[in-house]
Structures are given as C-alpha cells and as structure tokens.
C-alpha cells in the first residue's frame, strides 16, 4: 500500500509538472515570437526551490515547491511601471492578435502534446482489449437489442470501433445526444447484423456513476478459448492422444466454449472417462480421456480435504489472442490517427461539460488531484504506453480548463481582450477586480468539488 502510494504521488507529480511546462512553454514561445519580453518562467507555486535568470531579456527561471500549476509573467505597463524603451515590448502594447496568440498558445500546447502523444503511441502498437461481447443478461437492453456473447462490435453510429475502449466512447458520445444507439455486430461465423441500443432509460445512470457494462446489461469478453497448450508426457491427456493446438469443442456431451469451463468440466470429475471431441487442423476428432484424480486442500464449508478432477494440460498462449487487437502504424497514418483522438477527446469532453450544465452529467465525474494521482500510479506501474495515454487525456483536459470563459484562466483573459477590443478601451480596474474575484471562486468551488469527489471515492466502497 505504501509503495503503491508513493508510486501514485510520484507519477502525479511527474505529470502534472510536465503538462504544466507543456502549457507555460506554449506562453512563452508565443511571447517571445510575439517581442513581447518574459519576465519569469515559473513552473509550480510556493517557495522558489531552484532559480536562474539567462538569456538576452535575463528572464528568471523558477521551479517552486508545489508541482500543481506555473505561470509566464510578460512585460505589462498594468503591472508595474515599464521604461520608455521597453514600451513596444510590453504585453498591452502588442496587436490584438498577438494578445490573443500568446493567450491561446499555452492550451493550443498542451492539445498539441496530446497530438503529438497519441503519434507516438500509434506508432509503438498499443494492446487493447478486443470488442467481443461476453455475458448477456437476461431480459437487458443488450438482450433485447439481439446481442449474443461472441458478438464483435464492429461499429458504433457507422464509426470504426477496433477495441473495447472505441466501442464504448462512441456509445458515451453518442448517448449525450440521442440514446439510441446503432451498432454493426458481427458473429463467429462472421455474418453481420444492425442493431439499437435503446439506452434512453439509462442515461442518467450511465452519465452519473459511468456504468454503461451493467445499465446495458453486456460485458466484454474476458475468458479464454479451449485451446490446449503443453501436456505433460505422464498425464491422462497425453495417453488419451491430446497434443498441443488442440481445441476442445465438447465433453461428455456438453458444449465447451471457454478455457473455464473446460477446467470446471474435468475439475468436477475425478476418475471420470469421459468423451471428447476436439478440433485439430481444422478437423473434429473424438478421444476419450480417464480423468485423473488428486487431493486439494478444503475450503471453508468442507470439513477435509477434497479430490479434484486433472488431466496434465496446459492453457496456449494462442488461446489469448483473440481477446485483444494490436494497433500498430507508420508515421503518416499514426500522426492522422493522433489528430482524430485528440480531437474525438476534445469533442467527447466539451460535450461532457455542456451536459453538467444542463445537469445531464452528474458532478461526481470530476476529478481532483487525488484521482489523478490514483490514475496515474496506475497507469505508470502498466506501461509506459499507458502513462503515455494517460498524460495525452490529461493534457487535453488541462487544454480544454484553461480555455473556459473563467476569470483568471485563459479563456477569460481572452474575452477580456476581446471586450476591450470592442469597447475600443481597458475595462475599469474595479470592475477586472470584481470579475477576477468571481473567477477565483469559480475555480476554488470547481476545486472544491473534484477534491470531494476523490475523497467520496478514497473512502467509499471499492475506493
């Protein structure tokens, strides 16, 4: 537990000051392209823990002890007096345009790591889990849609859906509109079907708490096919004839379609012989195998020990394959792909937002430092693809904050230099002050709230 939390604030603290130097950086960039000159580079808040001031302007780079945000300071005349021969490079003397570039540069940055992110993952290949339908519930939407377990989702709404992850964001995206979700299903035989998704009764639900597998009544496909691996030279499998490759489609009659079921089969009957009938090269045969026997330890309900049922195999690592689809591509197709993501995501999340508003989406979805430091312990112990991912999403969210229309952010400096360009003059220092206020609560209840939201969930059940 105390590994995997310091693995967790270790991962945050990586992240989030890299996302916020992406961010700053873009500033920066864009101010010195612009003339204007950058006073202070920092990257987090509180006491300065490193300084240095270089180059031809002696700008003052800081790292200061609280990873959790940064700032660009320009030259302004709003902020301090400014000499006469600085006056062309002070931030209010600049263009419009220039205002506004150097404003949308730092959010433009951290969509553009995004990009630049999923390009790279593209490129190394990424392993996600396939899209083929598991369980079923009985009397569910999936149910009454005609989902049958085995089905691969082929499509969503005429979008591609490669792996679990796509088929499920473009249910999510789609049912922030319409409910109705029209889905191309393919069988084992592959023979395609058009179905809908009727998920109008349960969109609050999934929009709330994020459970689409369980409104839908559907799971993705999870356990493994019957496919026989090494068999030990001495065991029942071997002198009943199984070799390596083999396929179990039945036994004793009863039809065998996953790897548990043959290990539930031949566990509970020891001493058995029993029939049968396997796939080898694309052909049926039927072997009979005596079961062997051997004691286990008992469990809680049993008062000794029990005899199982075992025949000497192994499970193929081919059994495996065909839960998950590798996604691998040049540098062409990989650099479109990473632009699509990021802008499916950035689409995918302002529609998000606009349903908070309307109440469509409950609050509880958002996450604080917390839950990103949580996502991220995780993400860092999978693999570096993951964390990859995980820094592409955060960055476009942190994109996508500082582009609201809230005072302090961004978006708000933005509309206040757009008010000012209509107006043909500054807004009045006691009106930015009272504004400035506003968006200093909006952020501090924004806060507030994702921060109980990670402590709901840090202490809640599965939390």
Request: glycine share 8%; proline share 6%; hydrophobic share 40%.
């Given at each position: 537990m105390l590994v995997d939390t310091l693995i967790a604030i270790g991962a945050f603290v990586l992240a989030i000051s890299l996302l916020v130097a992406v961010h700053e950086w873009g500033h920066y960039i864009a101010a010195r392209m612009s003339k204007v000159r950058v006073l202070e580079f920092s990257i987090g808040f509180g006491p300065a823990i490193w300084r240095r001031k270089a180059g031809t302007d002696q700008t003052e780079y800081q790292l200061r002890a609280l990873p959790v945000g940064g700032y660009v300071r320009l030259l302004d005349e709003r902020e301090g007096?400014?000499?006469?021969?600085?006056?062309?490079?002070?931030?209010n003397r600049r263009p419009y345009w220039q205002r506004i570039f150097i404003l949308a540069a730092g959010p433009g940055m951290n969509f553009l790591f995004a990009i630049v992110a999923y390009w790279a993952i593209f490129m190394v290949g990424i392993q996600a889990t396939a899209p083929l339908v598991g369980g079923v519930a009985p009397g569910s939407v999936a149910e009454q849609a005609g989902l049958r377990s085995g089905d691969r989702i082929v499509a969503v709404e005429e979008r591609e859906s490669?792996?679990?992850?796509?088929?499920?964001?473009?249910?999510?995206?789609?049912?922030?509109?319409?409910?109705?979700?029209?889905?191309?299903?393919?069988?084992?035989?592959?023979?395609?079907?058009?179905?809908?998704?009727?998920?109008?009764?349960?969109k609050k639900d999934i929009l709330a708490n994020g459970n689409l597998f369980a409104a839908a009544g559907l799971e993705p496909m999870t356990d493994s096919r019957p496919i026989l691996g090494d068999i030990l030279p001495d065991g029942p499998a071997a002198a009943a004839g199984f070799v390596p490759g083999d396929r179990v489609v039945s036994a004793g009659g009863e039809d065998i379609g996953t790897?548990?079921?043959?290990?539930?089969?031949?566990?509970?009957?020891?001493?058995?012989?029993?029939?049968?009938?396997?796939?080898?090269?694309?052909?049926?045969?039927?072997?009979?195998?005596?079961?062997g026997s051997r004691e286990e330890a008992a469990g809680?309900?049993?008062?000794?020990?029990?005899?199982?049922?075992?025949?000497?195999?192994?499970?193929?690592?081919?059994?495996?394959?065909?839960?998950?689809?590798?996604q691998r591509f040049?540098?062409?197709?990989?650099?479109?792909?990473?632009i699509r993501e990021t802008g499916r995501i950035t689409g995918l999340t302002f529609r998000v937002l606009g349903n908070?508003?309307?109440?469509?989406?409950?609050l509880r979805t958002l996450n604080g430092p917390v839950g990103i430091a949580r996502y991220a312990g995780e993400a860092v112990q999978i693999s570096g693809v993951a964390f990859l991912t995980f820094l592409a999403l955060v960055s476009v969210s942190l994109g996508i904050l500082n582009l609201l229309p809230i005072p302090i952010l961004d978006g708000g400096q933005i509309v206040n230099q757009t008010i000012e360009r209509l107006r043909g003059?500054?807004?009045?220092?006691?009106?930015?002050?009272?504004?400035?206020?506003l968006g200093v609560a909006l952020v501090l209840t924004i806060m507030f709230v994702a921060l109980f939201n990670d402590i709901s969930g840090f202490f809640g059940p599965g939390g």
């Open positions: 007096p400014v000499a006469e021969e600085e006056l062309h490079r002070s931030f490669p792996t679990w992850q796509a088929a499920v964001m473009a249910i999510v995206d789609q049912i922030l509109g319409d409910p109705s979700v029209q889905m191309t299903v393919e069988d084992d035989q592959g023979a395609r079907r058009e179905l809908v998704l009727d998920l109008s009764g349960q790897w548990r079921q043959w290990v539930e089969y031949v566990r509970s009957r020891p001493g058995e012989n029993v029939p049968v009938t396997v796939e080898r090269n694309g052909t049926e045969r039927r072997l009979h195998v005596l079961i809680e309900d049993a008062a000794g020990p029990v005899s199982i049922g075992f025949v000497g195999v192994m499970q193929s690592p081919e059994a495996r394959s065909h839960l998950f689809v590798t040049g540098p062409v197709e990989a650099l479109e792909r990473g908070m508003f309307t109440g469509d989406v409950s003059r500054p807004i009045r220092e006691r009106t930015q002050l009272a504004v400035q206020r």
